[in-house]
């Protein structure tokens, strides 16, 4: 009776550890070849997913047989027999490719996983074998990535522009060769290669905010606004694109817009002190010293280390009259960066004051 009802109890804890892993919120990869997900379920046809470039795609509903994977544009439902979750890539690719099971494309889809393992060097190899047996685009454009990686901005040139000879229309291409042009500082260049990848897909956000950070960077503020915008009209979610004109627009001393996208950021990543911190410096242009130090607070709350948000809360404590709170920011600040003359000199000032 004992060792029954123990096996009884068990069960469940038994049952449980031949539970298939959830697939929800993993990245997967297709086994073989490009891979169409199938969106009927929106009456919005079929989707390649190859030409979106979006592998590895993240699961985003599971129904049996079946996952819902995130495309750029979209979503659609592909079998999951025909895809290998990241944690069993490495070693399916490798299977194939020691069975010599069809070996451009196990080469080139293990090089992406090298690469976002952060293993540049073996994705560079992998890359180079699948172009020794199949030269195309995407081959060439994989090995790209990890010459970027490599900080080998020549090699990285060299395969996209060879990439863009197989393919003129491939605008990914146009768009990694322009990031490696910026790395060489070459941004005329830069700015040609973004521009051709938005003639070839007009709603490629990525690359109307890389172009505006050139603009940025050139303080030609009015065009790095109007590519940012371009970017949110096309993704109202952007974060970064919304960030970015915030930026812009405080260089243009608009603040109360820059305050605008920065609260948007804020509302897109509750998390990122970064928008906190510079939505504060917006808040103390205007003089509105109590909203800046909420915020700079909330900055330091978020990244405690982050000395810039001392100093600036301390200037705000400063100019508010609270000199020992000044003080104590200053100190904190000096702590994590000591090469900041100008706080030493509004600490100096702060004590005479105390």
Known sequence: ????????????????????????????????????????????????????????????????????????????????????????AISYFTERITNKDDLADAYEKRAVIWYLQGKSELAAEDAGEAIKINPCTRTYAKRGLAWIDRKEYDKAIKDYTEAIKLDPKYCVAYYNRAIAWQHKQNNDKAIEDFTDAIKLFPAYDEAFIGRGNIWNARKEYGKAIEDYSQAIRIVPSNAQAFYNRGLAWRKKEENDKAIQDFSEVIRLTPNDSMAYYDRGNAWIAKKDFDKAIQDYSKAIALDPRKADAYFNRGVAWRTKNEFDKAIQDYTTGLKLNPNNADVYCNRAFAWVRV
């Open 1 to 88: 009776m004992h060792s029954l009802f123990t096996m009884v109890a068990l069960l469940p804890i038994l049952t449980g550890l031949f539970v298939e892993d959830p697939w929800v919120n993993q990245l997967v990869m297709p086994k073989r070849g490009a891979l169409e997900a199938s969106n009927t379920d929106k009456n919005r046809g079929v989707v390649s997913l190859e030409k979106n470039d979006c592998w590895p795609s993240t699961v985003q509903e599971e129904k049996g047989d079946l996952v819902k994977v995130k495309v750029r544009d979209g979503s659609g439902w592909i079998a999951k027999d025909k895809v290998v979750r990241m944690n069993d």
